[in-house]
């Protein structure tokens, strides 16, 4: 069964694409919490949310996602202190997400695996962004989720090939830039998180995902280079590239597939 080929067939009020975009910013507004805490090792769950500047608890009015950031103008209501741009944007980027998940997903199994891979994305990619690091405690059981859930599915050995060919590649590529650079290329946050991609996509999608994440790789850093913001050497987080690859793989890769294999 293909992942995402039909549109609308999860019925029912609950159940449609709006109901899940609009679950999808709440969602967002929890994952705000974990970027932050995470790398920083603290608990996810308590203290409850509150400004980190003057530790102050917000109100349940200050949490609405992506609204209370508009109303409130970017600021804290008691210090006034700016909050950062980063809340509304992984609020809606949640959302807009868990709407296509749902859009387009062709059983319940499928929309709530995939809700579940499109939320370990939008934590690892502005983690990695900021922190250059993806860490194991997201990837490790992601990895575990995915090839359980595809136990489920009739499809657990395309995704241990998946996550094994995703390891596989990455770690090449590390070896590689070791051997003909002298330094180190992909970590090893890259290569958990190409298995993960592939324990979730399967071994055709994480091809495709990971071939994606190159072209973006290059898209985005060559620019780069070109207007100075970057010089030669320079790490870059790899992460939001294979985040993008992913995002592409798992929502258009059946149909790409298709447009490129009817070119031959």
């Given at each position: 069964m293909e992942l995402f080929t039909s549109f609308g067939r999860v019925d029912g009020f609950a159940h449609t694409a709006l109901f899940y975009g609009v679950i999808g910013f709440f969602?967002?507004?929890?994952?705000?919490?974990?970027i932050v805490r995470i790398p920083q090792g603290a608990s996810i769950m308590?203290?409850?949310?509150?400004?980190?500047?003057?530790?102050?608890?917000?109100?349940?009015?200050?949490l609405i996602p992506v609204l209370s950031y508009l109303l409130l103008k970017g600021r804290c209501r008691e210090c006034g202190s700016p909050i950062s741009v980063q809340y509304p944007i992984v609020e809606?980027?949640?959302?807009?997400?868990?709407?296509?998940?749902?859009?387009?997903?062709?059983?319940y199994l499928h929309l709530y695996k995939f809700l579940f891979f499109v939320s370990c994305l939008v934590v690892i990619f502005f983690i990695d962004l900021r922190h250059y690091v993806i860490p194991d405690v997201?990837?490790?059981p992601g990895i575990e989720a995915g090839l359980l859930l595809a136990v489920f599915e009739g499809r657990f050995w395309d995704?241990?090939?998946?996550?094994?060919?995703?390891?596989?590649?990455?770690?090449?590529?590390?070896?590689m830039a070791v051997g003909l650079f002298r330094r180190e290329g992909m970590g090893g946050g890259d290569v958990k998180f190409a298995g993960m991609i592939g324990a979730f996509l399967g071994i055709k999608l994480m091809l495709l995902a990971a071939f994606l994440s190159f072209l973006a790789g290059g898209l985005a850093v060559i620019p780069?280079?070109?207007?100075?913001?970057?010089?030669?050497g320079e790490p870059v987080p790899f992460g939001p590239m294979m985040?993008?690859?992913?995002?592409?793989?798992?929502?258009?890769?059946?149909?790409?597939?298709?447009l490129y294999l009817g070119l031959w």
């Amino acid at each position: 069964m293909e992942l995402f080929t039909s549109f609308g067939r999860v019925d029912g009020f609950a159940h449609t694409a709006l109901f899940y975009g609009v679950i999808g910013f709440f969602v967002g507004s929890f994952l705000n919490v974990c970027i932050v805490r995470i790398p920083q090792g603290a608990s996810i769950m308590f203290p409850p949310s509150h400004c980190p500047v003057c530790k102050t608890r917000l109100r349940a009015a200050d949490l609405i996602p992506v609204l209370s950031y508009l109303l409130l103008k970017g600021r804290c209501r008691e210090c006034g202190s700016p909050i950062s741009v980063q809340y509304p944007i992984v609020e809606f980027l949640t959302g807009v997400c868990f709407f296509l998940a749902a859009r387009w997903s062709v059983d319940y199994l499928h929309l709530y695996k995939f809700l579940f891979f499109v939320s370990c994305l939008v934590v690892i990619f502005f983690i990695d962004l900021r922190h250059y690091v993806i860490p194991d405690v997201i990837v490790l059981p992601g990895i575990e989720a995915g090839l359980l859930l595809a136990v489920f599915e009739g499809r657990f050995w395309d995704a241990v090939f998946g996550c094994a060919a995703g390891g596989a590649i990455f770690l090449l590529i590390a070896y590689m830039a070791v051997g003909l650079f002298r330094r180190e290329g992909m970590g090893g946050g890259d290569v958990k998180f190409a298995g993960m991609i592939g324990a979730f996509l399967g071994i055709k999608l994480m091809l495709l995902a990971a071939f994606l994440s190159f072209l973006a790789g290059g898209l985005a850093v060559i620019p780069m280079l070109f207007l100075g913001i970057r010089k030669m050497g320079e790490p870059v987080p790899f992460g939001p590239m294979m985040v993008a690859g992913a995002f592409a793989a798992m929502f258009f890769g059946e149909r790409i597939l298709e447009l490129y294999l009817g070119l031959w």
